[in-house]
């Protein structure tokens, strides 16, 4: 169930950084969650949050070898609680995070192969997320159907390879 109001801006004089939100509807039981991205030319930043767009952790999450078939990744906490320490983190929810930062970093070079982009990822998540397996695996594959979508409006066909990156001055 995807609840969804879209708004894609830049591209023009007034802000070059393409900006795409939107609200996912969840179920019944969990709030909606706000979805922000921004496609800049060296990074994604993304926000994920229940919490009217606050966040409460900071992620980067690389691509260990964009050219591998298997899409392995690293994760980094920048701010917020690593999620190793779970008498920190009563809720569990810092190996959602990864695993959530993870699965989207993957996708999104799915959609977009030559895409190496670093993933700086904002989330603030309710408790509640693992109610059911089957609730946990719906809920990441609602969000990252919608940060796709997200992506698409926000990057193709433009998205920048390392290479690129490095030649600009």
């Known amino acids: 169930m995807t609840d969804r109001t879209a708004d894609v801006t830049g591209g023009d004089v007034e802000f070059p950084v393409k900006t795409y ?8 039981t969990q709030p909606p969650v706000q979805l922000f991205l921004q496609a800049y030319s060296n990074r994604l930043f993304l926000i994920l949050s229940q919490y009217d767009g606050r966040i409460g952790s900071l992620l980067q ?11 392995m990744s690293t994760v980094t906490w ?9 008498a920190g983190d009563p809720g569990g929810r810092g190996d959602v995070y990864e695993i959530l930062g993870s699965e989207i970093r993957a996708r999104l070079v799915d959609v977009q192969p030559t895409d190496d982009r670093p993933l700086l990822l904002g989330l603030t998540l ?20 919608e940060v796709e979508e997200a992506y698409r409006e926000t990057n193709i066909p433009s998205a920048p390879t390392t290479a690129m990156r490095d030649m600009a001055i």
Not at 127 to 133: C, Y
């Open 21 to 28: 939100t939107s609200s996912v509807a969840l179920d019944d």
């Open 61 to 71: 999450v690389t691509l260990d070898n964009p050219a591998a078939q298997t899409k």
């Open 78 to 86: 920048l701010m917020g609680n690593a999620g190793h320490d779970h």
């Open 126 to 145: 309710k408790e509640g997320w693992m109610a059911s397996s089957e609730d946990f695996k719906r809920r990441i594959q609602t969000i990252v159907a």
